[in-house]
DNA sequence: ATAACACTTGATTGATCGTTCAATCATCGA
DNA sequence: TCGATGATTGAACGATCAATCAAGTGTTAT
């Protein structure tokens, strides 16, 4: 039998997701990881050399979980290519409104607080975000020619995750889900533009 | 001669502005802020009662340099009220060439860091983006029917900001303005199809 | 039984954090 | 000339920070 992944570096993970969600990665102690997950710091320092390496576990838990967690149950909830990317914000929408607005994008958060201070770091958050666009991208094209010829579509699909982080920072402190709606708003008027304009190419 | 206004307090919300920017809120310590505004700690504790007042006085700061410094220059250098937002948008990556990608945008960046943390800076963030909404509401007003009837102008406004503080993100840990170049290319395809929808509407 | 190894314990480190405050200095009107 | 007031000085505070490490525990292979 293959050895379990450690219980304790997955319960450090864990703790240090969640708090850095809620108190960003700067305002989160070491010992309150510790405190919350019911670890001390000799194990923690046993699974990871310092703080930035946690926070590197962190974004590659994300990472792997983009799939399973988001995309897949996004996919399975709709057929139609394009109109998952409403699914997906509406997705995101839901999440805002469980937390009040008070959290955000986790990989946002982090983009914004560490991607100087942690040079190391930064190259990980890049991989989430090009992540999130290639997962897009893919339903840009399986959309095919119900999209203009002329439409770049790594371009929507980097347009998509920019709204969607735009809107959410605004919301923040906004406390009202108003600023996101309006420019999902904004992104479906867009969208169905560019049906319109694919429409009259295809006769 | 009315007396100047306080050049150490001056000094001071000039140092902490640009360190806030470079290195974040949490990241900035007290001290160094002391040491590069030449300014001793008493000096500072006279002038702002703690660290978060020094926030919110940076912040009312930037409040105060929107029209004079962001909006007025795009103004005079763009007569088309549409093509102010690009006009903005060009100016804005020109200021991110200027840093090399490193920086970002102030108050977007304070927005995701201290929103929860420091609840009394959370509407002084928020009226930093209303200000710039606002503004940029002002032009698309002046437009007039070159955009539909049907176009929620206010929406519209909210959008651009969006669209730049969301590119602006992706450009931080990736090292390249491409997500923002291809971020208002979208942007830019979604103001012609309306102005096209414009165009038909006025016959 | 024993040696090797992976992991945990938790007190402790030095550095740095934001903040305080008694003392000092500069400027002004009376 | 003499307070009065406002601003500056800078040593010091307790708290907290990330990180260390010698000692101990549990498991496994031999």
Redesign the interface.
């Known amino acids: 039998m293959p050895a379990p992944v450690s219980e304790t570096r997955d319960k450090i993970l864990d703790t240090a997701m969640r708090l850095f969600l809620?108190?960003?990665f700067?305002?989160t102690g070491i010992s309150t990881i510790l405190r919350e997950a019911g670890v001390h710091s000799g194990s923690l320092y046993h699974a990871f050399p310092n703080k930035e390496a946690l926070l590197v576990g962190v974004l590659q838990r994300y990472q792997a979980g983009l799939r399973p967690i988001v995309m897949d149950p996004v996919e399975q909830a709709e057929p139609d290519p394009l109109e998952r990317i409403f699914t997906l914000l509406a997705w995101y929408r839901s999440n805002m409104v469980a937390t009040g607005c008070?959290?955000?994008c986790p990989i946002?958060?982090l983009?914004?607080?560490v991607?100087?201070?942690y040079p190391a770091v930064?190259?990980e958050?890049?991989k989430n975000?090009e992540n999130w666009a290639d997962a897009i991208l893919e339903w840009l094209e399986e959309a095919g020619d119900r999209l203009p010829a002329s439409?770049?579509r790594?371009?929507?699909s980097?347009?998509v995750?920019?709204?969607?982080?735009?809107?959410l920072?605004?919301v923040?402190?906004?406390?009202s889900l108003?600023?996101f709606d309006?420019?999902v708003?904004?992104?479906r008027?867009?969208v169905e533009?560019?049906r319109v304009?694919a429409d009259g190419e295809r006769q």
């Open positions: 809620e108190q960003g700067q305002a008070r959290l955000g946002g958060n983009a914004l607080e991607s100087d201070t930064r190259p958050i890049d975000f439409c770049d790594r371009a929507l980097r347009f995750l920019t709204v969607m982080e735009g809107g920072m605004q923040r402190t906004h406390d108003e600023p309006q420019s708003a904004q992104l008027a867009y533009a560019l304009q």
